[in-house]
């Protein structure tokens, strides 16, 4: 079982930062949490990926967020608990959406997906 909290998000002005947070946790499937990050759904439901980080530390970028956004892992590389950050800094209004927690075992797998967080960015 695996489970994604998620905390922080909220509202900020154009050009500001904000930081989410998601406790990942997975009881009986360790492998589940290979890969967590974060992702946003399109208008037409697919997936956007926002940062990824694996468990040896292979990081991907969302071409969107590439320079401005910041991902890192805290927590034993092989327990089943682990805490990610996601910095975000220079925000704009095309920013804001839903971000949502996921973990996957491998980056083609249909991932684990958290409750999500609204980031709402105003100008």
């Known amino acids: 079982q695996v489970q994604l909290v998620e905390s922080g998000g909220g509202s900020v002005q154009v050009g500001g930062s904000l930081t989410l947070s998601c406790s990942a946790s997975a009881t009986g499937s360790p492998f589940s949490t290979n890969i967590i990050g974060w992702h946003r759904r399109t208008r037409g439901n697919e997936r956007e990926l926002i940062a990824t980080?694996?468990?040896?530390?292979?990081?991907?970028?969302?071409?969107s967020v590439q320079g401005r956004f910041t991902i890192s892992r805290d927590g034993p590389r092989d327990g089943p608990r682990n805490t990610v950050t996601l910095q975000m800094t220079d925000l704009t209004e095309e920013d804001t959406g839903v971000y949502y927690c996921t973990s996957s075992r491998f980056s083609t797998d249909e991932p684990y997906w958290g409750q999500g967080t609204q980031v709402t960015v105003f100008s």
């Open positions: 980080v694996s468990r040896p530390g292979t990081i991907r970028y969302g071409d």
